[in-house]
């Protein structure tokens, strides 16, 4: 009999050009670029032009007035947005307008679909605070658009670059639980929409791409440095996991994070905002590596992407309700990528299960 695998840790699910994350090293690769090599330094826009390349023949060179166009082409879909959508979360919300996009696996389905996380989430947190949604700007980047939709005036250009950092570190990141979902449903050829939403739905979740709100809030129910070990302590003792530490890849620090937390800073110093705001979550973060290495030992439990996620977002003065739909913003493009990919494997995801439940009479 097969023995099942409890969290499916260690199997090899798919064989992928797309990235690589090594866990041992603390080192992420992007279709053969490193996290170090992209982040802060390319557009989200080139991210999805590596990403999507080879997977759509009429795929532009420069993908940025494509999806430009597909942010202007989406936003008609927010005319749907009624008082019951108004009450959902913002990822609920998101997610319903993404349900609206047709099925396809054209490069148009795929725009579309990068575009609908921008467009929707920054449409429906303008409704949620009384406002009327903006339309896109086809003309400038996408970073910059979605800012400026958002608050309804032009970001600062050490914003809109913040936000495109952020973008791309995210972009995708291996055989991850949102993008497991969405190849797995890609593998029933239901089309790209509905891989989309797989992949929403389970990046959703605390344990995935729900953290860094709840990071946010820690930070502030601790309030000052020297509360951090008792607030901690006491969390821990009452069995929560502290969000934005561990990994089940990463054994040391994730990459993700320093690069997160080097462009926190640029913006932080730039501006002046929050002074004091990344000295405490340091502090912070120390006093949560020191607990959970003598609480568990045996486990390298270090910071994973989420924590400085929600510094940055913070910075850029995001809500943190919305957070989980801007790692969508950017995982969008994984998503597609590695649905894309599932696709040309064409076989059906289908794992087995072990009955252990009571057999019938009969037969007993
Ligand atoms: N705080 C406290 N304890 C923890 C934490 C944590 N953040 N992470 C793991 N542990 C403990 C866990 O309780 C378990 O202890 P025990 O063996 O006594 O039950 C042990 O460490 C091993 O945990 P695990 O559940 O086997 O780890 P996993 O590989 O299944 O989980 C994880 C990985 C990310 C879900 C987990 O570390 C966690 O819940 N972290 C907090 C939520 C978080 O930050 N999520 C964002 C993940 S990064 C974004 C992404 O790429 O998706």
Known sequence: MIDALDGLEGVVAAETILSEVDGAVGRLTIRGHSLDALAGRVSYEAVVRLLLGGFFPDLPQDVRPALGAARAEVFAETRAIDAALERLTPTEAMRALT?????????????????????????????????????????????????????????????????????????????????????????????????????????????????????????????????????????????DRLMGFGHRIYRVRDPRADALKRAVRTLIEGSNALPGRLAFAEAVEQAALGILKDRKPDRSLETNVEFYTALLLEALAIPPSAFTCVFAMGRVAGWIAHAREQLRAGRLIRPQSRYVGEVPRAAA
């Open 99 to 239: 349900a609206r996009i047709a099925d396809g696996e054209d490069l148009g389905a795929a725009l579309r679909l990068i575009a609908a996380p921008a467009v929707f989430t920054t449409a429906v947190l303008r409704r949620q605070a009384r406002e009327a949604p903006l339309a896109p700007d086809p003309a400038l980047g996408h970073a910059a658009d979605i800012l400026r939709m958002l608050r309804g005036r032009p970001a600062a250009a050490a914003e809109a670059g913040g936000l495109d950092t952020y973008l791309v570190t995210v972009s995708d990141h291996g055989l991850n639980a949102s993008t497991f979902a969405a190849r797995v449903v890609a593998s029933t050829r239901a089309g790209l929409t509905s891989a989309v939403l797989a992949g929403v739905s389970a990046l959703k979740g605390p344990l995935h791409g729900g953290a860094p709100g709840p990071v946010i809030e820690m930070l502030d129910a601790i309030g000052r440095p020297d509360n951090a070990r008792a607030w901690l302590e006491a969390a821990l003792d009452r069995g």
